[in-house]
Each structure stands twice: as structure tokens, then as C-alpha cells.
């Protein structure tokens, strides 16, 4: 039944989901691969491998799932922050993947989706992409701008785990290096996560002094290294805004209205993006970093009254927002 089930999730993944390319990778059988490139690559696989079983001692088969997105442009209108599509376009391949795992289940099998395990790596080791210096995992067809999403399975298919070629075509390209405003990609392809803009997205951690006037207007999710990527050059001429009532979702005057109207906002802004990254403390707290940035005086009624609000690193935000617009601010 291997190749007949592996032709039907072919199919519905590529026909039905929306997904560009789908890989298999056995974890229980010995990777095979260029004895020059051996050594790396191996230990990409054995992380992932180890990782997996670790985790879900039943899993024989990984299967990985690439879904291409149109990118969003840099560019936003004024006042309103912006976003990366990555956002909007991973739950919507989460879902697909959630529906092929409900498909493999119904032929009997036991399956988990989109868990926890090193996602690039696995898009490496089923040969649907390499790494470029940016750690990101770049596909010929759709350079980076894709969700990864996997199904872990005991099914067992008919798959070979062989790696060819080399981890990365940058060759000697530094172009996402230089461009990266907080020097967060090291030359060697690795991350330094404390340095990456989009750590302190629409997250909990607090944003450091140094960082904030690096994040510009940018609310969630940072593509400046993909953007100046010559692979990603084909796909970013496509790129566009989302609709207009999605970029109204971040009028950044409104969110800090903290009102009725923000609820409303948030929650559309919970369906764009999804509930995690709509928390309210975290939304509020991104904006007052943008409208710091935007430096529009038309914030400073906004701006005063979040100067007393509950939560501390809000008030922060809005003391350091006001020192950015020039403007004497309350002491707290």
C-alpha cells in the first residue's frame, strides 16, 4: 500500500491543500549521501532524527510539507504598521497539514502535526530546499518565501534518504549579512536569536534600548534579509499589500487608543495573524515602539495616557516614545 497511499497524499497535498512540494524522510533507515558532504549533513539528519524519536517514540516517517506565499512589500502606508505575510500564511498551511494528518489517520495510521521538531531541517534532509546564510531554508522555485509544516507518522513509504549537493547555494554571496540592521547573521550561516528583530515581535521579551529604532513600524515578523536576496529576486516582484481592511487592522493610532475599538482591532488582528500574536499588552507594546519610530506628533494624546498604564513595560514604551517624538514626557 506504500506507494499507492504516498501517490494519493501527492496528490491531495498538491492538488486540494495548496502545498508546492512534499518530501518524505524514514527515520529508521541509515542516510546516504556524498562521502565529501557526509559529515554535515549526517549531523543534520541525526538532529532531526534524534529530536523526533525522542519526542514520540512510535514515529518511523516524517513527512514535510513546503506551501509558497506572495511576499508582502516593505512599504506600508504611513501610520499603520506593518507585517510580514509569513504571519498570515503560516496557520493557513497549518490547517492544511492538520487535514492531510486527519487524511493519513483515516487510513489507519497514528499521526501528529506541525510539532516541535527542527522544521528546516527536515525541509533539507526530503531534498526540498537548502540553507541559505540567513538560516532560513530557500527553494528553487520559491526562494524562502514558504511555510514549512510537517506530519510525523508511524506509516511506513517507499523512500531513500539521500542527500546530494552542498547545504547551501550562497556561495560567496553576503548580501543578507550586510543588510541585516543588528548584525544578527553570522558569516559561518548561524543566528545569533538575541540580535534577530523579530524576537522581540509582538512578544513578551522586553526590547531592548538598542534594538527599538531598528524595528522602524514593523509589528510583526522582519523579511530585510530575504528582501535583498537574490534568490528571493523573481518572487519579491510579485510582492504586494494585503487587502486594505487588513492593513487598517494595524492603524497604530487606534490600537493605542486602548478603547472598544482596539478590542475590536485585536480580534481582527487575532484572525489575521492568529490569537497568540494578538495579545493586547503585546500589541500595544509593539505599536508604541512604531509610533516612537514614526515620530507623528498626532500620537501624543495616545501617548500620555498610556504614560499610566498597569503594565510597566507599556508605560516604558510610551516614556521612551515620547523621548523619540522630541517631547517632554511625565516622569512614572
Known amino acids: 500500500m506504500g506507494s499507492c497511499f504516498l501517490r494519493s497524499i501527492v496528490k491531495l497535498s498538491r492538488e486540494v491543500l495548496g502545498f508546492s512540494d512534499l518530501g518524505i524522510i524514514a527515520l529508521n533507515e541509515h542516510l546516504t549521501c556524498d562521502d565529501v558532504l557526509a559529515s554535515k549533513n549526517r549531523e543534520i539528519y541525526e538532529h532531526l532524527k534524534t529530536t523526533t524519536i525522542d519526542k514520540y517514540d512510535w514515529a518511523k516517517t516524517v513527512v514535510v510539507l513546503i506551501r509558497p506565499y506572495i511576499p508582502y512589500k516593505i512599504d506600508f502606508p504611513l501610520g499603520f504598521g506593518s507585517y510580514s505575510a509569513h504571519y498570515k500564511q503560516y496557520p493557513l498551511g497549518r490547517k492544511a497539514a492538520e487535514l492531510l494528518a486527519s487524511f493519513i489517520e483515516d487510513a489507519g495510521f497514528h499521526t501528529i502535526f506541525d510539532s516541535v521538531i527542527p522544521a528546516k531541517a527536515a525541509a533539507f534532509c526530503a531534498g526540498l530546499g537548502k540553507y541559505g546564510k540567513n538560516s532560513l531554508i530557500y527553494t528553487k522555485e520559491y526562494g524562502s518565501f514558504i511555510t514549512i509544516h510537517t506530519v510525523i507518522t508511524d506509516a511506513l513509504f517507499d523512500y531513500d534518504n539521500a ?31 538575541g540580535q534577530c528583530l523579530r524576537k522581540y515581535m509582538l512578544s513578551k521579551d522586553f526590547v531592548p534600548l538598542e534594538m527599538r529604532k531598528f524595528l522602524g513600524k514593523c509589528i510583526l515578523g522582519c523579511d530585510i534579509c530575504q528582501v535583498v536576496c537574490p534568490m528571493n529576486k523573481d518572487r519579491y516582484t510579485k510582492a504586494a499589500l494585503p487587502p486594505d481592511e487588513e492593513v487598517k487592522a494595524f492603524d497604530i493610532e487606534k490600537i493605542l487608543a486602548d478603547s472598544d475599538e482596539t478590542n475590536k482591532l485585536l480580534d ?36 500620555t495616557k498610556l504614560l499610566d498604564h498597569p503594565n510597566p513595560s ?12 522630541g517631547t517632554e514626557h511625565v516622569a512614572f
Open 163 to 193: 542527500l546530494t549537493g552542498t547545504i547551501t547555494d550562497c556561495g560567496n554571496c553576503n548580501l543578507c549579512i550586510d543588510a541585516c540592521p543588528t548584525k544578527a547573521i553570522t558569516h559561518d550561516g548561524g543566528l545569533r536569536k
Open 268 to 303: 481582527y488582528i487575532g484572525s489575521i495573524v492568529g490569537i497568540n500574536y494578538a495579545k493586547r499588552e503585546q500589541v500595544l507594546s509593539s505599536s508604541l515602539i512604531a509610533a516612537g519610530n514614526m515620530k507623528e506628533f498626532k500620537f501624543v494624546p495616545q501617548l
Open 314 to 325: 507599556v508605560r516604558e514604551y510610551a516614556a521612551w516614545a515620547f523621548e523619540a517624538l
